[in-house]
């Protein structure tokens, strides 16, 4: 825990198509502050940032205000071209050389559904004569708009995570996973589910889909500048949502059961976090299933260093401290 994040003021950011989410964390690992302020329709679109110009014009507004500036920045990545790729490596190549001998395999033994990616190896194990490894691939270009909006904001970018693997990380810590388990995580936001497994704390799979967009919602701002979203009376596209969704989780533990175990291992634990409407709901119903292990972020389990709760929407970003 904490291995990037020295003793020193620095910010967790990240962003969705409805939100900016800001935690500053301050000496001694303490967290002293939490933002999050609606984005203006149509920033945002499955990921990309389509207006440029206003996304830097907010950040910047946040940043002055805040007074973040210059500090270190660690950003969670969520883009839906982000993927993961298992591939072998020849055990005569060291291990702080597999990054560069999957770029010189692109194209031909590795494979990539776009060029010029960012790779990290997240997974390993020996098998036989080689090395099978998981690879996480995400588009360099992708990574390189979003740190330079960080930059013209008067950040200072230094770290890069996606959000199921920071997710996984506090989920781990806080529960106690066991290495063993079988895992789907599912991360749900208003626009986009993102569901991911996990195996010997390793990620195998990963799929992020956008949900059909709410039609009315009502944003308010509290005392204190936190801004939020309320949906209204789209009573058709949640039950469209949860429809979709339950379809979803069925599918991948059925994919993860047969094709990926080969009929030897099913998923036996959920973890689920996000800010959607239906998340309770969709974790009850998962608890129906006594197979399953279910845990659901709702309580308010982190504060600052004034002990101010924390809201669990912003578990990605705890996690991605802990990095």
């Not at 997240?122 to 960080?150: M, Q, Y």
């Not at 919602?217 to 509290?222: G, L, M, P, R």
Request: proline share 4%; aromatic share 10%; hydrophobic share 40%.
């Amino acid at each position: 825990m904490f291995k990037y994040w020295k003793s020193q003021p620095a910010v967790f950011i990240t962003y969705t198509q409805r939100y900016i989410r800001i935690l500053v964390g301050g000496r001694k690992h303490k967290y002293t502050k939490y933002i999050q302020q609606v984005i203006e329709e149509g920033t945002i679109q499955s990921g990309e940032i389509v207006n440029e110009k206003r996304l830097i014009q907010q950040l910047t507004s946040i940043v002055k205000k805040h007074k973040l500036q210059g500090m270190p920045t660690f950003f969670s990545f969520s883009h839906h071209d982000l993927l993961l790729r298992s591939t072998t490596i020849p055990l005569s190549v060291p291990e702080n050389e597999w990054k560069g001998y999957l770029y010189l395999e692109l194209g031909e033994s590795f494979h990539l559904p776009f060029a010029d990616p960012i790779i990290e190896i997240v997974g390993n194990h020996r098998a036989g004569e080689k090395v099978d490894v998981i690879a996480l691939a995400v588009p360099e270009k992708n990574v390189t708009s979003i740190e330079s909006i960080l930059t013209k904001s008067r950040l200072r970018p230094v770290i890069i995570d996606v959000p199921f693997l920071s997710l996984y990380r506090l989920f781990v810590e806080m529960n106690e996973i066991e290495s063993n388990s079988h895992v789907l995580l599912i991360h749900l936001e208003y626009d986009v589910i993102q569901l991911s497994m996990f195996h010997n704390h390793q990620p195998v799979y990963v799929r992020t889909m956008s949900l059909r967009p709410f039609e009315t919602f009502s944003a308010f701002e509290t005392r204190t500048g936190f801004q939020y979203m309320t949906v209204d009376g789209d009573e058709m596209i949640l039950q469209d949502h949860l429809a979709t969704i339950e379809k979803e989780i069925a599918r991948l533990q059925s994919f993860y059961q047969y094709n990926l175990q080969n009929g030897t291992h099913s998923i036996d634990t959920i973890c689920i976090g996000g800010n959607h409407p239906l998340i309770s709901e969709i974790a009850s119903n998962l608890r129906r299933d006594n197979q399953l292990a279910v845990f659901h972020l709702t309580e308010d389990k982190w504060a600052t260093k004034d002990s101010i709760h924390i809201p669990a929407s912003f578990a990605e970003l705890v996690g991605l401290s802990w990095k």
